[in-house]
């Protein structure tokens, strides 16, 4: 009965952690580039969309699927680096734990 209650105490740390985490995911921003510099995208680690900057230089109307394909590119740039960071936290509130390979927690 001990052994539970210490995995009950332990399950109600890593909550509260988890929830913790949460929370700093949505004010952690990433940025995401492409076009060496020349559409930047910003968001959260959560993948909240907060920002997108453009060269000015890029913006002629004949080149207009290269802007498109740049604002893609930096935005999957960016969704990978949000998706890193927030393994990143979560591997943190999860190290020590015995978990099977592969579960997401998020």
């Given at each position: 009965m001990r052994d539970l209650m210490g995995i009950m105490k332990q399950a109600q740390a890593m909550q509260q952690?988890?929830?913790a985490v949460q929370a700093e995911l949505d004010t952690i921003e990433v940025e995401g580039t492409a076009g060496g510099g020349?559409?930047?995208i910003r968001m959260t680690a959560k993948g909240?969309?907060?920002g997108v900057t453009i060269d000015p230089s890029v913006l002629n109307p004949d080149e207009k699927e290269i802007v498109e394909d740049l604002i893609v590119a930096a935005a999957n740039d960016a969704r990978q680096k949000a998706e890193r960071t927030m393994q990143e936290r979560m591997a943190e509130v999860t190290k020590g734990l015995p978990l099977p390979p592969g579960l997401k927690l998020f």
């Open positions: 952690k988890m929830e020349m559409v930047t909240a969309l907060k």
